[in-house]
């Protein structure tokens, strides 16, 4: 399983940026996708996390709900994370992966910088 993420980069406080992530070789049709992040000298945190049903079942850390929007295109095997309303505090190492059954599958990370 390959997972590479894509889409990070500096931006000011209050700017957006999205993330993209796109999987492959796998072939399962009931997964996961899911964003964390690690700031430094910080505890990896779950960011978001979007499951392969009808519709998407969403779920937000409290720190980012209202902000950011995950999304997922399941013909393409990609996760999107589109961040707005970005602070300072989301200054982290932003990983995308994948959880097929009870595995997780990770992608290199992309660096996202808020600051002024």
């Known amino acids: 399983v390959q997972l590479v993420e894509s889409g990070g980069g500096s931006v000011q406080p209050g700017g957006s940026l999205r993330l993209s992530c796109a999987a492959s070789?796998?072939?399962?049709?009931?997964?996961?996708m899911s964003w964390d992040r690690q700031a430094p000298g910080k505890e990896r945190e779950l960011v978001a996390a979007?499951?392969?049903?009808?519709?998407?079942?969403?779920n937000y850390a409290d720190s980012v709900k209202g902000r950011f929007t995950i999304s997922r295109d399941n013909v393409k095997n990609a996760v999107y994370l589109q961040m707005n309303s970005l602070k300072p505090e989301d200054t982290a190492i932003y990983y995308c992966?994948?959880?097929?059954?009870?595995?997780?599958?990770w992608g290199q990370g992309t660096q996202v910088t808020v600051s002024s």
């Open positions: 992966f994948v959880t097929i059954g009870a595995t997780n599958f």
């Open positions: 070789g796998f072939t399962s049709r009931r997964y996961t």
């Open positions: 979007i499951s392969s049903s009808d519709g998407g079942t969403t």
